[in-house]
């Protein structure tokens, strides 16, 4: 059974203006997107900029106000609750936030950081909270000490490692992670991801997993959804999406992976010209007239590509 | 048992590496920056001194009338002399720097309190809330507060210091809750108010744990430069005659027996205390907040 099911989620934003700040025209961040998710599967939403992929992943957790469509987790559709009811779900799915920085309170300690979630859930003794704290540290592999420490004594590697103990104190069964490692350095991205991937095989996790880095998507993700402009243009497993792209938008992406073996370079820049000519003929056969995706159609059983 | 045992240890073991909090900072700033050190020490005892012994003064006595004591210079009997009603000006002035003080200090906490909890809320909130919220804030800006207060002061016959306090309250909270709101609509948008919610904190749980322990550093600092202010707007108030009456003397009423020339000219004993008191008084308070200003802000600090 899927633990995840979007069925045409649509986030709209009203865009107000004139005489008494009517609503004069709507920004469709998210128009008309399904997905369903499985359990124990990593899935990745890839997209540029203002695609719409991280107004997904809030808008799954309940930060951002559904337009239409309907997002049911584990049978039950989360919309139609109410906050209160909806908070024993939001127990299951948790988030680790883009940015290390911003996500973590500069005025509390690692201990009460951690803990928030154990004490609006759970009841705890004092030792036992102390106890689920430490061992969390231990998971993400941060020694006990730094318990009573704050968070700008972290450096940004080990603040994102906070952030995912924090995710984990419940026990969640998705995780939404939201450009997990856009604002770390390379050598801390690996140890990040591969932590994660850690994770997800001993914890039985489902991911999704936001990401604009087609490098680090195909490291961690079984299916990948491309998007652009609020709605999907590709989706697939890992291997449909890299090897063999359908829609233009994809095959651009996958040209624009940098490779840094000087043996392929001639192999690459053509390949990319030839990328570059074919957009330049085929581009409006991909979009419709107002210049938004189609619908996805099945190419194969696991691949589906936008196409007229 | 044995884990929690082991837990505990573990916990007293790794207490010593605690780094320091807040308040902590706020102290080394302050140490640092020695104006400020001698400004609170001197701030600090002033209070101490004027509440400590204004228990053994009684204001009644102070303000009888005596006249076979006018005017008189200082001498043993009057340490500062006494004024044109025969009242001992020392005796007057550590009153009056209690009432001048404790109307600041109750001012400042009322308009405090009223300006933080709006500030606060329109600013989590933001939106309709924050709208209809800064609306009534514009809405008390544009009032003549001066004159309403000198108004109600004439209106009112026997006004005391508790009704002066709440008309001061009225006009104060404005301030401090647009800089509140202003730092609090900054706040909310950052991730960790956001982290908090979806960890399945309550609104009002954010708003104390998360929110307001993130704003009081500038919730600091503007209650000390409100209080210097508040005191001087009571001694204004009463300088012009429309602060308290002479039975319940303050800094302000006071340093208005300036006004008559000969009070100026010589008998200095009258008005020049009260004048480099509340001089001291406002430059240290000023100082103290400046150096608090410093602290909240990692780029401004000395330490």
């Given amino acids: 059974m899927s633990i995840l099911t979007i069925n045409n989620l649509k986030v709209h934003y009203p865009i107000r203006g004139g005489l008494f700040r009517r609503k004069i025209d709507v920004v469709r961040a998210v128009d008309g997107l399904s997905l369903e998710l499985q359990r124990g599967e990593t899935y990745g939403l890839v997209g540029e900029s203002g695609s719409g992929k991280s107004t997904t992943g809030r808008s799954i957790i309940g930060l951002e106000e559904i337009t239409e469509g309907e997002i049911t987790f584990e049978g039950q559709n989360l919309s139609e609750l109410r906050y209160r009811d909806r908070k024993e779900y939001y127990k299951d799915i948790q988030m680790v936030f883009q940015d290390p920085y911003s996500s973590l309170n500069p005025k509390k300690r690692v201990k009460d950081l951690i803990a928030e979630p154990i004490r609006n859930f759970e009841n705890r003794s004092k030792e036992e909270e102390l106890k689920r704290v430490q061992e969390l540290l231990e998971i993400v592999g941060l020694s006990p000490e730094v318990t009573y420490k704050y968070p700008h004594e972290f450096s940004g590697g080990q603040k994102q490692r906070l952030g995912v103990a924090r995710a984990l104190a419940l026990n969640p069964k998705l995780i939404i992670a939201d450009e997990p490692v856009s604002a770390l350095d390379v050598s801390v991205q690996a140890q990040v991801l591969n932590f994660m991937k850690k994770i997800q095989k001993d914890l039985n996790l489902t991911f999704i997993f936001i990401s604009h880095d087609l490098g680090v998507v195909r490291h961690m993700c079984d299916r990948i959804g491309i998007m652009y402009n609020g709605r999907f243009v590709e989706e697939g497993t890992a291997e449909d999406v890299y090897e063999n792209p359908q829609h233009i938008y994809t095959k651009r992406l996958v040209a624009a992976i940098p490779d840094i073996d000087p043996e392929n370079r001639k192999e690459q820049a053509a390949f990319r010209r030839q990328v570059k000519e074919e957009y330049k003929e085929t581009e409006h056969n991909y979009f419709d007239e107002n210049g938004s995706v189609f619908d996805l159609k099945p190419v194969t059983d696991t691949h589906y590509v936008a196409l007229p | 048992m044995e884990g929690s045992q082991q837990a505990e240890t573990l916990a007293e073991k790794v207490d010593m590496e605690k780094s320091p909090p807040g308040w902590k900072i706020l102290l080394t700033e302050i140490l640092r920056d020695k104006i400020a050190l001698i400004s609170l020490i001197l701030v600090v005892s002033i209070m101490a001194f004027v509440y400590g012994v204004s228990l053994f003064l009684s204001q009644d006595e102070i303000v ?240």
């Fill in chain 2, 64 to 303: 009888t009338v005596d006249l076979f004591a006018i005017h008189e210079a200082p001498s043993s009997d009057f340490w500062l002399g006494t004024d044109y009603g025969g009242r001992d000006i020392f005796g007057q002035l550590i009153i009056g720097t209690r009432n001048s003080l404790t109307v600041g200090i109750a001012v400042t906490a009322i308009s405090g309190f009223i300006g933080i909890t709006l500030g606060v809320i329109a600013g989590y909130f933001g939106g309709t809330i924050d709208n209809i919220l800064m609306r009534v804030v514009d809405f008390f800006f544009v009032l003549p507060n001066l004159l309403i207060i000198i108004v109600f002061i004439v209106i009112v016959p026997q006004y005391t210091i508790f009704s002066f306090v709440l008309i001061m309250s009225i006009f104060a909270w404005m301030g401090i809750a647009r800089i509140v709101r202003s730092k609090a609509l900054k706040e909310r948008e950052l991730d960790y108010i956001k982290a908090s919610r979806t960890l399945g904190s309550s609104h009002t749980k954010i708003i104390f744990k998360e929110l307001i322990p993130n704003l009081s550093s500038i919730i600091i600092v503007t209650m000390t430069l409100n209080l210097a202010a508040n005191i001087g707007i009571e001694s204004g108030l009463s300088f012009l005659g429309f602060g308290f009456p002479e039975s319940t003397p303050s800094l302000g009423t006071l340093i208005s027996y300036a006004t008559n020339p000969t009070t100026l000219e010589q008998r200095w004993w009258i008005w020049v205390p009260a004048s480099i008191l509340i001089l001291v008084l406002m430059l240290c308070i000023n100082n103290v907040g400046q150096a608090l200003r410093r602290a909240t802000d990692a780029k401004q600090r000395r330490g």
